[in-house]
């Protein structure tokens, strides 16, 4: 029987690439987006994946995606969580509004995401949740406190959870992202600020979003299946 993955942000970087590399180990692939509409269209016709558009932060939104998931293929096995943003800022700088925002694209919405999977996966005593994490999140960064609060409490809630839902049958898990070549970084970091941190990191080189999604594809897989509560670190040595 087909396993089906549900990635909550699956239309751009990180999210799209595990999307494509969980439909190429034959996985039924449903994802989320919130802005990006016609790459999520591409990408759903090019997989044959179902894209749900939901806002993360709005719970009823994300009970509605994984309802349209579940109605569309049977079950959910696999959750991802992958939706994110990221800001720099210096702490004093910092608005109620944009600390928030942050928690709740970052935190809220994966803890959305996993409550409302999770009574199916009881039932069935089985699943896997994996939460895209950071190593800022292992850390910290200046000037990104926000971020690396949020992303360091992913790993609180995915080591929680572990205990809780073990008995369940169900792993949770972190993949722990360092430098990756995506829009968002592109977004926030000069070529230069990346060629800098590419020199800081012991392979020498940035990360591809498909080296993230091949550890998100090992968790996911058999190789996952005696792994919960873990932080998999996809960082090329940056953190050791």
Known sequence: MKKTVLINGGSRGIGRAICERLAKEGANV???????????????EKLGALAIRADSRVSSEVNRAVKAAEEKFGRIDILVNCAAKSEFALVTDISDEAWRDMMAVNLDGYFYYIRAVLPSMIREKQGRIINIT???GEVGASCEVHYSA?????????????????????????VSPGVIDTDMNRAHLTEEDLSALADETPLGRIGTPEEVAASVAFLAGDGGNFITGQILSVNG????
């Open 134 to 136: 950071s190593m800022w």
């Open 237 to 240: 040595g940056l953190v050791i």
């Open 30 to 44: 449903a994802f989320t987006y919130l802005h990006s509409e016609e790459k999520a269209k591409e990408l759903a």
């Open 150 to 174: 949020s992303k360091a409490a992913v790993i609180g809630l995915t080591e929680a959870l572990a205990k809780e839902l073990g008995p369940s049958g169900i792993t949770v898990n972190c």
